[in-house]
């Protein structure tokens, strides 16, 4: 076990700390200490500098002088690239230099090689290893935090584009009637019920295991294959009104030979 001096505050040694191997052995890794070096410079660094493209130029709505006749070169605004006080045509844009947590963690643990009691490291002014253990716990809250509201949001933005009536709900398990939401009867629908080859309307977030399982637990039936079509959003139209119709998916399933389903025996078109 590796022994490093801990500084006061004034910066003079007050006494040893045992370093855990398994925290602070880790082998050392000059490219990442060669990342979190460009990390610290890149840090410093604001990230602010942008320009304007085109379309966040104002003014230019016009040509500056007609197609033909004129003599000079065709153009169709002022604010074009060329000009002076147009927009740019690949515009500078603010962004972050800060490097990722998983690269900042691989360098904190490699900077603390095997030889850190005899001076070696980063001076001996590690955290004691309840301090490093309380920073790794609340790490892990954050990003577990983190984790649950991108599921929250995705399961909500699913929820309003499918416009699924039936959803369970978020991280809940779907039961056989919420994935098979309700036969389809039609022409083509019934025609392929004479070959075993049944339509639904399934739920929109639902895949082939999970609507062969639901068929035969509903239908006590032995499913040989699933194919699942997307309908998609149908635009509409009310006079000036525009819209959209929203999608939903639908499963045609064929089942083995000699099983049926009851519920489209005898159906009226």
Same mark, same amino acid.
């Given at each position: 076990?590796?022994?490093?001096?801990?500084?006061?505050?004034? @910066?003079?040694?007050?006494? %040893?700390?045992?370093?855990?191997?398994?925290?602070?052995?880790?082998?050392?890794?000059?490219?990442?200490?060669?990342?979190?070096?460009?990390?610290?410079?890149?840090?410093?660094?604001?990230?602010?500098?942008?320009?304007?493209?085109?379309?966040?130029?104002?003014?230019?709505? /016009?040509?500056?002088?007609?197609?033909? @006749?004129?003599?000079?070169?065709?153009?169709?605004?002022?604010?074009?690239?060329?000009?002076?006080?147009?927009?740019?045509?690949?515009?500078?844009?603010?962004?972050? +230099?800060?490097?990722?947590?998983?690269?900042?963690?691989?360098?904190?643990?490699?900077?603390?090689?095997?030889?850190?009691?005899?001076?070696?490291?980063?001076?001996?002014?590690?955290?004691?290893?309840?301090?490093?253990?309380?920073?790794?716990?609340?790490?892990?809250?954050?990003?577990?935090? /983190?984790?649950?509201?991108?599921?929250?949001?995705?399961?909500?933005?699913?929820?309003?584009? %499918?416009?699924?009536?039936? %959803?369970?709900?978020?991280?809940?398990?779907?039961? /056989?009637?919420?994935?098979?939401?309700?036969?389809?009867?039609?022409?083509?629908? +019934?025609?392929?019920?004479?070959? @075993?080859? +049944?339509?639904?309307?399934?739920?929109?977030?639902?895949?082939?295991?999970?609507?062969?399982?639901?068929?035969?637990?509903?239908?006590?039936?032995?499913?040989?294959?699933?194919?699942?079509?997307?309908?998609?959003?149908?635009?509409?139209?009310?006079?000036?009104?525009?819209?959209?119709?929203?999608?939903?998916?639908?499963?045609?399933?064929?089942?083995?030979?000699?099983?049926?389903?009851?519920?489209?025996?005898?159906?009226?078109?």
């Amino acid at each position: 076990m590796a022994n490093a001096p801990q500084l006061d505050v004034s @910066g003079k040694k007050a006494k %040893d700390v045992s370093l855990d191997d398994a925290v602070f052995a880790a082998e050392v890794k000059p490219h990442l200490v060669h990342e979190a070096v460009r990390s610290e410079l890149n840090a410093q660094r604001a990230g602010t500098s942008a320009t304007k493209s085109r379309g966040l130029v104002s003014g230019g709505r /016009a040509k500056p002088w007609r197609q033909k @006749g004129s003599g000079r070169a065709r153009q169709g605004t002022i604010r074009a690239p060329q000009f002076e006080g147009g927009g740019h045509a690949f515009a500078k844009e603010t962004r972050t +230099y800060v490097a990722v947590d998983e690269t900042r963690q691989k360098v904190r643990r490699s900077f603390w090689p095997p030889d850190a009691d005899r001076g070696g490291g980063n001076g001996g002014r590690g955290k004691p290893r309840q301090e490093l253990s309380k920073f790794a716990e609340g790490r892990r809250r954050r990003a577990e935090r /983190a984790r649950r509201r991108r599921r929250r949001l995705g399961a909500l933005a699913a929820r309003q584009r %499918d416009g699924a009536a039936r %959803d369970p709900g978020e991280g809940a398990v779907m039961d /056989a009637s919420q994935i098979v939401l309700a036969p389809i009867v039609s022409e083509k629908s +019934y025609e392929g019920s004479t070959r @075993g080859t +049944y339509t639904f309307r399934v739920h929109p977030d639902a895949h082939k295991t999970q609507i062969r399982q639901a068929v035969a637990e509903l239908f006590e039936v032995k499913v040989r294959r699933v194919n699942v079509i997307k309908v998609q959003a149908k635009p509409k139209r009310r006079g000036m009104l525009r819209g959209s119709r929203p999608g939903w998916k639908k499963a045609v399933v064929q089942l083995r030979a000699g099983d049926t389903i009851e519920i489209f025996e005898g159906a009226q078109l």
